[in-house]
Nanobody, 124 residues
Framework: HVQLVESGGGSVDAGGSLRLPCAAS?????MGWFRQAPGKEREGVAF???????SYADSVKGRFTLSRDVAEDRVDLEMKSLEPEDTAMYYC??????????????????????WGRGTQVTVS
């Protein structure tokens, strides 16, 4: 199992930016970011492979960027042009395997086994 710790959440004005690091305790191949707003289901936001291949939900394309620092065992979700609809609890997750993530879908929560506690992002 991989232990994940998210940070960087907080309150920001609309149009502002935030950076959400996720520190991993061990080796990971595929990493994803998800979010869940009150009254809504959890949704996939961004995905990255060990080779730095990425994919994003349509709602955040062009605004969010996910990068990976292999040496530091960390991924960073850079968020810009934030909107009130981005308000949610954001979770970092590790994919069960490259094959399983590819099978289930890169932004499908069912493909991820280890999850962080989450960090709150509030945009107003």
């Amino acid at each position: 199992h991989v232990q994940l710790v998210e940070s960087g959440g907080g309150s920001v004005d609309a149009g502002g930016s935030l950076r959400l690091p996720c520190a991993a305790s061990g080796y990971t191949t595929c990493m994803g970011w998800f979010r869940q707003a009150p009254g809504k289901e959890r949704e996939g936001v961004a995905f990255i492979t060990s080779a730095d291949g990425t994919s994003y939900a349509d709602s955040v394309k062009g605004r969010f960027t996910l990068s990976r620092d292999v040496a530091e065992d960390r991924v960073d979700l850079e968020m810009k042009s934030l909107e009130p609809e981005d308000t949610a609890m954001y979770y970092c997750a590790a994919g069960m395997s490259r094959t399983y993530v590819r099978l289930k879908g890169e932004l499908n929560e069912a493909a991820y086994g280890d999850w962080g506690r989450g960090t709150q992002v509030t945009v107003s």
